[in-house]
């Protein structure tokens, strides 16, 4: 095992952990429903898809991250974590700025006119079912996941791996979902997009 890299302040890092993650969840809400309109000179969707390159790579890191603790390459483990957390924060970036130039776009609106006729539900078929299902379960995991990752990073951080193990098994697969989930979302949606 690794030292511990930080100074154990529980306290300090549940306040923090839990201010951070309301702040992120907040602002996440509100931007999400905001739309600027305003010429970026580029396609806005492009922050789309480097969201569904980021959370592929993230999805990667994931397993490689796991390979690597369970073969015992630990300070190996600790980098790709650590990039994994940098990728999400980029994800976190792009992600807003995707919604708030973007906008929504819903699935089946062929004419992007923001509202689903029955011809356009009757054509998007069960699909349509299909992608609000893993839609339904992408976005609340993808709120609870950010305070788990940081409690998880935070007993590794400190050293206290026992603990660091028993969050990880929560945490992993939930991070892993989101990040396959949001790929799957993305190709779902992407033929929507104005």
């Not at 490689?64 to 990728?87: E, P, Q």
């Not at 004419?111 to 539900?121: A, N, P, R």
């Not at 990880?168 to 949001?182: E, K, N, Q």
Request: charged fraction near 15%; glycine fraction near 6%; aromatic fraction near 12%.
């Amino acid at each position: 095992m690794l030292p511990a890299t930080w100074k154990k302040n529980d306290r300090k890092a549940t306040i923090l952990i839990v201010l951070f993650s309301v702040i992120i969840f907040a602002a996440v809400s509100i931007l999400e429903r905001l739309t600027l309109n305003v010429n970026l000179g580029f396609d806005p969707h492009i922050f789309a898809k480097a969201n569904a390159v980021i959370n592929s790579i993230v999805a990667v890191l994931l397993l490689s991250g796991l390979i690597a603790v369970k073969t015992k390459h630990y300070l190996l483990h600790k980098r790709i974590m650590l990039t994994a957390m940098f990728l999400s924060i980029l994800f976190l970036i792009s992600y807003i700025c995707h919604h708030l130039f973007a906008g929504e776009a819903r699935f089946g609106d062929i004419d992007h006119d923001g509202v689903l006729s029955e011809t356009e539900k009757i054509n998007a078929g069960s699909v349509r079912m299909i992608y609000y299902f893993i839609l339904g379960t992408h976005i609340p995991l993808a709120g609870i996941v950010l305070p788990l990752i940081l409690f998880t990073a935070y007993r590794a951080l400190i050293g206290e791996f026992d603990k660091h193990k028993k969050l990880v098994r929560i945490t992993w697969p939930v991070w892993f979902y989101v990040a396959v989930t949001g790929v799957i979302v993305y190709l779902m949606i992407s033929p929507y997009y104005a």
